[in-house]
């Protein structure tokens, strides 16, 4: 087989051929929200291959006709298109629909021929936008079914793999092993939506693209660094999964883990997705573990909390273990934090503090990069404030852009310091839409670059980490967690944890 020439980690055209998207769960509700209208902006945009074929697979029965009416309600609801749409028009005529039962292999055999029938010769992307149960038996039918064999570089197969990619480290293992024996590494594609979004990407650029900030973006001159990812919205629908699963599981194991990656990664020698990946492979296992395994100490380091009833954008909601699905003697974890410590030349010494919750006061997701004050406070003497230290914010959601805050004289004939920042927006600097996460991903995906997705090996290395403070917990046998107010930043004991170093969490 001849090299992919999109393997290089470069998102360009596709090339000219056929394609098409086999959407297993077509009939959901992260189809409805995320995928179709991904498909229309990449449409409207020229960004697809030109004959691209999509084919909706759900155990609802719709045909053709009733896929297309989710395309309809899904636009106006989600891209707000109304009326006539020339895309969506020419995008309906490419919608096709089967249903079944995922785990019945003749469904597998009719996709076999509607695929010779709609996309003959075409490359194939599967996406499973099903529930983590189901996706052994679809990929194992797949396979069975001889779909995944890929016969050129024209005919290629892959597939893309919604989180949450297993529930521990056994699990993980063992769908990566299931998944191996139908598709080789190459064809999977993992997928975490953080790393589609702009700020996430740019990130890189940010670090390895600019001369000023690598130099001093070590220990030497970094102070800690915080993550924070933090929900207004309570369980909402999903109590069902959140309960077995719970913040540390659901946000910190893919989420957080890979900011944290791109943050301490070193330089990769070339900008392919093999060499970004393997430095953030390598940044992964510097991270010390939280959990000690013989000792089982290490619990001080993280810090879990259920949201009691309090306020929230100005209305009164109900306790998580009020919610509607929730065990009332649940002790899932709405909220976590963790202190980390990486082993490398680069970070040792640097804290790094991670924090992500439900029912907080702001929806928001940033990285903040606190830097050491100056050696010698020569303007303690003649200004009254203090120096505040530099702060490199990394807004990733909902307003991405990236800030700087750095020392400055008050007009005045006075000596007084004030903090001012340096603000870079993405909307206001670019003007334009920035791209919905999904759509960079799903074309990602089609072109064959999976820079942006999480590897076997990533996988693992985190959950080998997360793990051990979910056996930890259990071994607890605890009857009830700490509580935070709705509304709040968390519980007190939070505020502790980085307290303990003399820092304190950012107020957003």
């Known amino acids: 087989m001849t090299r992919n020439p999109f393997h290089d980690g470069l998102r360009i055209e596709p090339a000219p051929g056929a394609a098409a998207l086999v959407i297993f769960g077509a009939s959901g509700d992260l189809t409805k929200r995320k995928l179709l209208p991904a498909i229309y902006q990449l449409t409207r945009l020229h960004r697809l291959p030109p004959r691209l074929a999509v084919i909706g697979v759900a155990n609802t029965p719709l045909g053709d006709h009733g896929f297309r009416q989710v395309l309809t309600e899904s636009l106006r609801e989600f891209a707000r298109i109304e009326g006539s749409d020339a895309v969506a028009d020419s995008l309906a005529h490419s919608l096709h629909y089967l249903d079944g039962d995922l785990t019945d292999a003749r469904l597998y055999q009719s996709l076999g021929a509607k695929l010779a029938e709609v996309a003959p010769g075409a490359g194939v992307l599967f996406y499973l936008a099903i529930p983590p149960s189901l996706g052994p038996a679809v990929a194992t039918h797949l396979g069975t079914a001889g779909l995944t064999r890929q016969v050129d570089d024209t005919q290629w197969r892959r597939v893309i793999v919604e989180k949450p990619f297993g529930t521990d480290l056994a699990s993980a293992r063992q769908l990566n092993q299931l998944l191996h024996e139908h598709f080789s590494e190459e064809q999977i594609f993992r997928i975490d939506h953080y790393l589609g979004k702009e700020t996430v990407q740019n990130l890189m650029v940010f670090r390895f693209a600019n001369g000023m900030f690598e130099p001093i973006w070590d220990r030497r001159y970094i102070d800690h660094v915080q993550i924070t990812a933090a929900e207004t919205v309570g369980v909402e629908q999903r109590a069902g999964y959140y309960d077995s ?74 306790g998580y273990r009020d919610e509607p699905g929730v065990n009332k003697a649940s002790t899932t974890e709405t909220f976590v934090s963790l202190r980390l410590e990486l082993d490398s030349w680069r970070w040792a010494g640097v804290p790094f503090f991670l924090r992500t919750g439900k029912r907080l006061p702001k929806r928001v997701t940033e990285i903040a990069i606190q830097f050491k004050r100056p050696p010698l406070q020569i303007f303690k003497q003649v200004s009254p404030t203090p120096v505040a230290p530099n702060l490199l914010i990394i807004n990733v959601q909902p307003d991405e852009g990236i800030s700087l805050r750095f020392e400055a004289k008050l007009p005045s004939t006075r000596m007084q310091l004030a903090p001012v920042m340096m603000n870079f927006r993405y909307g206001t600097t670019f003007g334009g839409e920035v791209p919905e996460a999904y759509e960079t991903l799903l074309l990602d995906a089609l072109i064959g670059d999976p820079t942006l997705f999480a590897r076997h090996d990533f996988v693992e290395a985190s959950w080998s980490l997360i793990s051990p403070i979910h056996e930890a917990w259990a071994a607890q046998k605890a009857s009830a967690i700490p509580t935070y107010e709705a509304g709040e930043w968390g519980p007190r004991e939070a505020h502790a944890l980085i307290a303990a170093d003399d820092f304190r969490w950012r107020t957003l």
């Open 245 to 318: 699963a719970g913040a540390l599981r659901d946000m910190v194991q893919n989420h957080l883990m890979q900011l944290l990656t791109l943050i301490a990664m070193e330089p990769p020698v070339a900008f392919t997705a093999g060499s970004v990946r393997d430095r953030k492979m390598d940044a992964l296992l510097s991270v010390q573990p939280i959990i000690n395994g013989s000792t089982g100490k290490g619990l001080d380091a993280v810090v879990r909390a259920q949201y009691a009833s309090g306020w929230v954008d100005g209305r009164q909601v109900p």
